[in-house]
């Protein structure tokens, strides 16, 4: 309800995590045993566009803090430390799997590929990365 002149339109990477929340069935059962978060608790743009918090050494230098910070912190929210899932499979999880190595958050570290890189280069394919995703985070719902 706040006025804005944003552009309105569907965030390519919420498309494919709904249709894979869906396939769980519901929301609120999927919620129940999964936590979706951010590795940096901000949000950046250049020129416009998304900038990542990877996307630049000074950028990454700058949030370090913040981002170690708000990942313990979220651990104190009775989570697994078994697994965690990296959106992605290059430089978001390279960050995640050298934090974990050096603070030891979660046992492994699996990365699924990013559902931003699925819908906007392999929606031919979609169907098959939602059953990676599937396959992967069922365990939890043993």
């Not at 944003?6 to 936590?35: N, P, T």
């Not at 929606?123 to 098959?128: F, I, Q, S, T, V």
């Amino acid at each position: 309800g706040i006025p804005n002149d944003i552009h309105k339109r569907q965030e390519l990477s919420s498309v494919f995590i709904y249709d894979m929340i869906s396939k769980f069935g519901s929301a609120k059962g999927f919620y129940s045993k999964i936590y979706i978060s951010s590795i940096c608790p901000l949000g950046f743009t250049k020129a416009g566009k998304n900038y990542n918090y990877y996307d630049s050494k000074e950028l990454y230098e700058s949030v370090e803090k913040k981002i170690i910070k708000a990942i313990k912190k979220q651990l104190t929210f009775n989570c697994r430390k078994d697994k965690a899932f990296s959106l992605g499979q290059g430089k978001n999880f390279k960050v995640l799997k050298n934090l974990n190595k050096k603070y030891k958050w979660f046992d492994e570290i699996v990365p699924l590929p990013h559902p931003r890189w699925v819908m906007q280069y392999k929606l031919k394919n979609k169907e098959l990365y939602l059953d990676e995703y599937i396959r992967k985070l069922s365990y939890l719902f043993e």
